[in-house]
């Protein structure tokens, strides 16, 4: 069973660019959850997509959003990049979102803004 | 709000020797409780995790984690450590009551460095 495939593994951009990010679930796999790692703030929660629905947000501007699609595969979009954007992100899929589950993880999008 | 600490930024520890990398959590209510493994330039590998039940769980790779409700604790433990181990490891936490978020609070992680 193929993993959680997060696409690309690495980009670099410019400050004031925008990025789209992609993550294709565990098939079957329909929450997907999206999270920012950096040496300075560690993992951080950005937000989850659970049947097409944003069903939870973190703590971070407007600029950082997200979809999901009917296949369940998701897309983060970060707009106006800024130098403190570059980090680890990292997309986890889950069964059905529920609580007791485990978030399976995909390698992750290292995005560096220059 | 909930939240993990691990309290030890680095573990250093002789292969064949037992490890333990500790976490304590705060969460309204019941908790269920993850560990994580990082190997460089690598997602999150699930390692083990607590719902309820008995308090001593096992995971892959011959880890397990000892949940301890008066001392707010998850405790991962491995009897004999190997130098495959070395990696960064993390900590979670999730509510059981807290409405309908799912988000995963992460720990800041910790070193564990296992040497010959």
């Known amino acids: 069973k193929a993993g959680v495939t997060q696409t690309p593994r690495y980009l670099i951009k410019t400050r004031g660019q925008q990025v789209t990010l992609s993550c294709s679930p565990i098939?079957?796999?329909?929450?997907v959850s999206w999270y920012q790692q950096t040496p300075g703030q560690g993992l951080q929660f950005l937000f989850e997509?659970?049947?097409?629905?944003?069903?939870n947000k973190g703590n971070f501007p407007g600029r950082f959003s997200g979809r999901q699609f009917s296949n369940s595969r998701s897309e983060m979009n970060v707009s106006t990049l800024e130098l403190g954007d570059s980090a680890l992100y990292l997309c986890?899929?889950?069964?059905?979102?529920?609580?007791?589950?485990?978030?399976?993880f995909g390698q992750g999008t290292r995005l560096t803004v220059v | 709000a909930q939240s993990v600490a691990q309290p030890e930024d680095q573990v250093n520890v002789a292969e064949g020797n037992p490890l333990t990398v500790k976490c304590t959590y705060s969460?309204?209510?019941?908790?269920?409780l993850f560990w994580y493994v990082q190997y460089p330039n690598r997602g999150l590998q699930f390692l083990l995790k607590?719902?309820?039940?008995?308090?001593l769980v096992k995971g892959s790779y011959g880890f397990e984690a000892e949940f301890n409700k008066s001392q707010t604790s998850f405790h991962l433990k491995k009897p004999s450590a190997l130098v495959s181990d070395s990696a960064l490891y993390f900590c979670?936490?999730?509510?059981?009551?807290?409405?309908?978020?799912?988000?995963?609070?992460f720990g800041t992680g910790t070193r564990l460095q296992v040497t010959l």
């Open positions: 969460v309204s209510g019941n908790p269920y």
């Open positions: 607590y719902i309820t039940g008995d308090n």
């Open positions: 997509y659970f049947s097409e629905t944003q069903r």
């Open positions: 986890a899929s889950s069964l059905a979102g529920a609580r007791n589950t485990e978030a399976f």
């Open positions: 098939s079957g796999h329909r929450s």
């Open positions: 979670a936490v999730r509510g059981v009551n807290t409405g309908t978020a799912s988000k995963l609070t």
